[in-house]
């Protein structure tokens, strides 16, 4: 005989569902009615038709997607009444959470991550904490959403146009897009961008990992002094490190340019390139040094049985199993060169400006717009950087046996 799970009891309609419903169209009622200049009738209005909604979905509707879509197709006709093409598109979001959470509510499903011993006060704090989670994910990410719509304003303006709030067409624009990847003050940035992340991503890369399997290693004397003087640079706060690089890596640009004879341009990129290059170890050093956590030292020291030499030892066997980690460390590091502006400011000249400089000028000289469609490309460059982060640490988990899939 199997003992199944127990059911969860579905809660009251009229003492639970359809208050916490109307609590929940007070809310969203006094921010609509705010915006259109009469709170009192929002709360009003919203209350009584959040709670209407949650009884007749929970009474009448069992099908979720049936609810949910008709909720929403409502909600559009209502938003398209009040406020056209952007009040539907606003309808529709709004009927889509107040249906969901009204289906939430009254089939029980609030409880469906708790154990079933819960209390109430335990099934309160669980989704209250999921709820600040959330709201901390909102706050942060708010500010991205609002630049992205507003890089395709079709006017030089930092603000949503009329036309843009009613979704009209000639209310968005690529102009800035094109600005960006026309203008020679856009393209130059760009370019020493891309020549001095990846070289100073390969510094970091090789020194980081380097000193990382090296701290590894249980018999090196004093590896902790050690681990906190090359991860310091991203402790100490930045503007102190930039003094301190700009006062070193002029005397040794000086001493190249005398003794070496190069051009001070190319000097300008060398001390840049080492600049950001401090700043990657750390990120290198940290993921190589979480990878190796698991790595079995048994198949180095089977590898030395064998006759392998330390080096390739070291790139057939180690190199295979941390490269998770070393690319990581890689993207980390490229990040934080291709977005860094206080160093370069310092250590750097007019020849090396790059694109976070540009942009740093751009806000601080001439407000343009173009700024805008700039961060939605950089945004979606981190973006598709960490997305190949995260894959690469679940194939990290999954080559040390610590995740089933």
Same mark, same amino acid.
């Given at each position: 005989?199997?003992?199944?799970?127990?059911? &969860?009891?579905?809660?009251?309609?009229?003492?639970?569902?359809?208050?916490?419903?109307?609590?929940?169209?007070?809310?969203?009622?006094?921010?609509?009615?705010?915006?259109?200049?009469?709170?009192?009738?929002?709360?009003?209005?919203?209350?009584?038709?959040?709670?209407?909604?949650?009884?007749?979905?929970?009474?009448? =509707?069992?099908?979720?997607?049936?609810?949910?879509?008709?909720?929403? !197709?409502?909600?559009?006709?209502?938003?398209?009444?009040?406020?056209?093409?952007?009040?539907?598109?606003?309808? !529709?979001?709004?009927?889509?959470?107040?249906?969901?959470?009204?289906?939430?509510?009254? $089939?029980?499903?609030?409880?469906?991550? =708790?154990?079933?011993?819960?209390?109430?006060?335990?099934?309160?704090?669980?989704? /209250?904490?999921?709820?600040?989670?959330?709201?901390?994910?909102?706050?942060?990410?708010?500010? &991205?959403?609002?630049?992205?719509?507003?890089?395709?304003?079709?006017?030089?303006?930092?603000?949503?146009? %009329?036309?843009?709030?009613? #979704?009209?067409?000639?209310?968005?624009?690529?102009?800035?897009?094109?600005?960006?990847?026309?203008?020679?003050?856009? /393209?130059?940035?760009?370019?020493?961008?891309?020549?001095?992340?990846?070289?100073?991503?390969?510094?970091?890369?090789?020194?980081?990992?380097?000193?990382?399997?090296?701290?590894?290693?249980?018999?090196?004397?004093?590896?902790?002094?050690?681990?906190?003087?090359?991860?310091? %640079?991203?402790?100490?706060?930045?503007? &102190?490190?930039?003094?301190?690089?700009?006062?070193?890596?002029?005397?040794?640009?000086?001493?190249?340019?005398?003794?070496?004879?190069?051009?001070?341009?190319?000097?300008?990129?060398?001390?840049? =390139?080492?600049?950001?290059?401090?700043?990657?170890?750390?990120?290198?050093?940290? $993921? !190589?040094?979480?990878?190796?956590?698991?790595?079995?030292?048994?198949?180095?020291?089977?590898?030395?049985?064998?006759?392998?030499?330390?080096?390739?030892? #070291?790139?057939?066997?180690?190199?295979?199993?941390? *490269?998770?980690?070393?690319?990581?460390?890689?993207?980390?590091?490229?990040?934080?060169?291709?977005?860094?502006?206080?160093?370069?400011?310092?250590?750097?000249?007019?020849?090396?400006?790059?694109?976070?400089?540009?942009? #740093? /000028?751009?806000?601080?000289?001439?407000?343009?717009?173009?700024?805008?469609?700039?961060? /939605?490309? *950089?945004?979606?460059?981190?973006? &598709? *950087? *960490?997305?190949?982060?995260?894959?690469?640490?679940?194939?990290?988990?999954?080559?040390?046996?610590?995740?089933?899939?």
């Amino acid at each position: 005989m199997s003992i199944g799970h127990p059911e &969860i009891p579905k809660p009251s309609l009229t003492g639970f569902t359809v208050p916490l419903m109307a609590v929940a169209g007070l809310l969203l009622g006094y921010v609509v009615g705010t915006a259109k200049g009469q709170p009192l009738l929002g709360l009003i209005a919203g209350a009584a038709v959040a709670a209407a909604l949650g009884f007749v979905l929970a009474s009448f =509707v069992p099908d979720r997607r049936v609810g949910r879509l008709g909720t929403a !197709v409502v909600a559009a006709i209502a938003g398209f009444v009040m406020a056209g093409v952007s009040g539907a598109v606003v309808g !529709v979001i709004i009927g889509l959470i107040v249906s969901w959470f009204a289906y939430w509510l009254s $089939t029980g499903d609030y409880r469906s991550t =708790v154990p079933v011993y819960a209390t109430a006060g335990d099934v309160l704090w669980h989704n /209250t904490f999921k709820l600040i989670c959330g709201l901390i994910f909102f706050f942060l990410i708010a500010p &991205i959403v609002v630049v992205l719509p507003l890089s395709f304003n079709a006017q030089d303006f930092f603000t949503f146009t %009329p036309e843009m709030l009613a #979704f009209d067409p000639e209310g968005y624009s690529l102009k800035h897009y094109r600005d960006f990847f026309n203008n020679p003050d856009w /393209t130059r940035p760009l370019k020493n961008s891309f020549i001095i992340a990846p070289l100073a991503t390969i510094i970091s890369v090789s020194l980081g990992t380097l000193a990382a399997i090296g701290l590894s290693q249980s018999h090196v004397p004093g590896r902790r002094a050690i681990m906190a003087i090359l991860i310091s %640079p991203m402790i100490v706060p930045l503007i &102190i490190s930039a003094t301190g690089m700009f006062f070193f890596y002029s005397k040794l640009g000086n001493w190249m340019e005398g003794n070496l004879g190069l051009s001070q341009d190319f000097i300008g990129y060398v001390k840049v =390139v080492l600049a950001h290059a401090v700043l990657g170890i750390p990120f290198v050093i940290i $993921t !190589v040094t979480a990878t190796l956590v698991g790595f079995d030292r048994s198949l180095t020291r089977a590898a030395a049985n064998m006759g392998a030499g330390p080096v390739r030892t #070291f790139f057939k066997v180690q190199m295979p199993l941390i *490269l998770p980690g070393v690319i990581s460390g890689g993207l980390f590091a490229f990040i934080t060169s291709f977005d860094e502006v206080v160093v370069v400011l310092f250590v750097g000249s007019a020849s090396q400006k790059t694109l976070p400089w540009q942009m #740093f /000028t751009g806000l601080r000289e001439q407000i343009s717009p173009t700024i805008l469609a700039v961060a /939605t490309v *950089l945004v979606t460059f981190s973006i &598709i *950087l *960490l997305t190949t982060v995260e894959l690469l640490r679940r194939r990290s988990e999954r080559l040390r046996g610590m995740s089933p899939t």
